[in-house]
């Protein structure tokens, strides 16, 4: 939920330069210049810009960050912290990389491997956890951090293939797997849509639905599904997804359980004691493919700015379709229209159908291919 837009209060409008220059004039003596050159104009004009800057800018933002829902940044954060809650900072994306090479070869710590750069994209750079050498296969596995946090350092298997300061020992260099868990800092929405929870609920530790929810966001997921007494009475399990919506990797799957188990500190224990058994686990997806032919678009965008703006959209759709376990059609198909600049277009399919998707009870959607043409 996005903040709401802030509407000026009546209080504070005609306050232009010119609205408070006329007000300074009619209390002139009528036997004073007042027109625009005299002395009294030119000596209050001044004053008029000032006080005007200060009533419409600095008195407005004064008023803005005073409440959550128009405070942003920094301000925001205070807000947060009246209600101790934290603002989720950027976390780094972490894998393990494959290298080939020479046996005995040794790799420090801190040794940089990299996504090569592609056209205007930078590199994307990766730092070894710790030291490592090529065994006598030629083969060595090392456990990989991305030097800076966000989604950038999210990649696909066999995305990395160089290193910073290329060594003539090393012959081969990939990660087997997808390097992920890297997320951008909180979003001031998202953030304040914490916030408002917390003033608009009364908080509890019973162990409901929601406080599953609420811990388990707290912690740093995206969002999760709570299976009550899936293995029996005293048995939840928590279904993770991160905040860019896709499985939580392990650290963040750890991370949700610590939180709320305190496994190493009982006086910081979330879990009720009528819940014995906490599992915290990593959804699964659904991956769904998307097909508009026949796209009409006026000069103001372009596909690719459609189909950024269409993928941004999806993200608030599939909160409602994860709650009603089905993905419809009927919802997908006017996101197109609804794109500033979109004029028309011939059919649309959405994994080469027009019939809903089904969600499990563990499963969560991912958009795949978007084809616009």
């Not at 993770?240 to 499985?247: H, I, K, N």
Request: hydrophobic share 35%; aromatic share 8%; proline share 5%.
């Amino acid at each position: 939920m996005a903040q709401p837009e802030f509407s000026m209060p009546d209080f504070l409008e005609d306050n232009a330069p010119e609205d408070i220059l006329e007000r300074m004039m009619e209390n002139l003596p009528e036997d004073i210049d007042d027109m625009p050159g005299g002395f009294p104009y030119d000596f209050t004009m001044p004053s008029a810009i000032e006080k005007s800057e200060l009533i419409q800018f600095h008195l407005v933002r004064a008023l803005m960050i005073a409440f959550p829902q128009y405070a942003w940044d920094e301000w925001l954060d205070l807000h947060g912290q009246q209600v101790h809650i934290k603002r989720h900072e950027a976390s780094f994306a972490r894998g393990v990389l494959k290298l080939e090479g020479d046996a005995g070869t040794e790799i420090e710590a801190g040794t940089v491997f990299c996504v090569p750069s592609v056209d205007d994209l930078p590199a994307v750079e990766y730092e070894t956890d710790e030291a490592c050498v090529i065994g006598t296969d030629g083969v060595a596995e090392v456990a990989v951090t991305a030097v800076e946090a966000g989604t950038n350092g999210n990649v696909k298997a066999g995305s990395v293939s160089i290193m910073d300061e290329p060594l003539d020992e090393i012959t081969g260099i990939t990660n087997p797997k997808d390097i992920t868990g890297g997320r951008e800092a909180e979003s001031d929405d998202d953030y304040y849509d914490r916030i408002a929870a917390e003033y608009e609920s009364s908080r509890t530790y019973l162990g409901n639905d929601n406080d599953y929810k609420r811990w388990a966001k707290e912690a740093g997921a995206g969002d999760c599904i709570v299976d009550a007494a899936w293995d029996g009475p005293g048995t939840v399990k928590l279904i993770l997804v991160d905040a860019s919506g896709q499985p939580a990797d392990q650290a963040l799957v750890q991370s949700v359980y610590n939180y709320i188990v305190s496994p190493d500190d009982r006086a910081a224990r979330l879990l009720p004691t009528a819940c014995a058994d906490l599992t915290c686990v990593a959804a699964s997806t659904v991956k769904i493919h998307y097909t508009c032919t026949g796209l009409e678009y006026d000069s103001t965008t372009d596909t690719g700015q459609i189909e950024n703006e269409f993928r941004e959209a999806l993200k608030v759709l599939y909160t409602e379709a994860k709650r009603k376990g089905v993905l419809r059609y009927n919802d997908v198909r006017p996101i197109i229209s609804a794109i500033e600049g979109v004029l028309d277009f011939d059919s649309f399919l959405v994994n080469g159908s027009m019939e809903n998707i089904l969600l499990q009870s563990e499963e969560y959607p991912e958009t795949g291919e978007c084809e616009f043409r």
